[in-house]
């Protein structure tokens, strides 16, 4: 990488999650000048925007901002809306906790905000392989919403295009948790949970869960999660 | 138009402008049942949204619904940040009442909802003809949003797409003012200026005011807008 792309901004979208903990780790790495992104849409556990805000003031970044997204309204998932359970293990197809085109209101907002900052990179930690089915983490979506991104913007009217760039698509849960420690990322700061509690401690029964211990195991190494009483 | 697709849901984006008002009524007159959805950005005329809830009161639609979005934490508009003023004429190139990403959340919201609702039709009321420049008017940009729409959603997987209508595409104001006349749309009750008051009592000077003046002037109507005093 030379020295003018070194000094590139990127804004990158952080959920306090594992997956793009680790992808702002990478980006960071990849000498971008990172500029956090996160969102309160209503998430029925509220201890991951505090998981946000400590993965990034553990691994620094240019800003943070927290966008309020008001999904409650639009509904039909079972992170937004009350009346759908989170179900406690894996079903057919794609899940009730699909959030009904969330990533590209997150990426929307992403494309804004670099728009504002004349960023031409975007970090998004989806993955297609331990993807629990959700369509937009696949890399054909990602590649239709640059597609679309590049028509959207002053910045693509004016030749450049915004690019979305997607360091864990390829990779399982365990390859991401390798790259991350790799990376000095603190696994204890994030919550993948769909249930946590108050205090961040994971069900250790949701999907998420499933797949973050699955992960854990597979990369042998010791899970630094912190579970409820009982579980 | 046959039976089946008569029955079919639209999500409609109403603005409270002209524009909107006459998608709506086309959608309506086209046999959609119309979902309407507008947005509270932190426009500095906050009369919109009342001219909004008029314009759906007056046409009637199945369902009206508010999103609040944060793009005030975004900025770089004149629509939204208070630091840059409303030109008073037209400019060159792209203006600064573009709000970066704008139509892409817009429709993003839209296909949430439309994803919900199980709608495969979104409706939104731009116009590459008289469209002041913004990159996100352009039939390119539509063409390219339905496109990764397809791949974002669970409908898109279960293989069939949303489509979105823009049926003032390619009219002039004057054709956009005659359509919505001929399908009976109050235009007394909607709001085009950049800088209404609070009675909704438009500037006359904004490269909005001055587009919809010259529209009804074309069109050969009488414009039944209210101007501020002393414009």
Not at 86 to 113: C, D, K, M
Request: glycine letters at 10%; a negative charge.
């Amino acid at each position: 990488m030379n020295e003018g792309e070194a000094q590139q901004r990127a804004v990158v979208l952080v959920s306090g999650g594992l997956d793009s903990a680790t992808a702002l780790a990478m980006a960071r790495d990849a000498g971008y000048h990172c500029y956090a992104l996160s969102f309160d849409y209503g998430q029925r556990h509220r201890s991951e925007l505090q998981a946000a805000a400590a993965v990034v003031r553990s691994q620094g970044v240019a800003e943070h901002r927290l966008i309020k997204l008001d999904l409650r309204a639009i509904g039909g998932s079972a992170l937004t809306d009350d009346a759908i359970a989170v179900p406690q293990a894996p079903g057919e197809g794609i899940p009730v906790t699909y959030v009904p085109a969330r990533n590209t209101l997150f990426l929307s907002y992403a494309l804004a905000w670099a728009e504002v900052l004349d960023a031409r990179h975007i970090f998004i930690g989806v993955n297609a392989v331990d993807y629990s089915g959700y369509p937009d983490c696949r890399p054909e979506y990602i590649a239709a919403f640059e597609a679309m991104a590049r028509l959207a913007t002053k910045a693509g009217v004016e030749g450049h295009g915004v690019r979305i760039h997607t360091p864990l698509i390829h990779l399982s849960k365990a390859q991401i948790i390798q790259q991350g420690l790799a990376l000095g990322v603190d696994y204890a700061a994030t919550i993948s949970c769909y249930a946590a509690d108050e205090e961040g401690r994971a069900c250790g029964r949701c999907d998420s869960c499933r797949l973050r211990a699955a992960g854990f195991a597979a990369a042998g190494v010791a899970d630094p999660t912190r579970y409820q009483p009982g579980t």
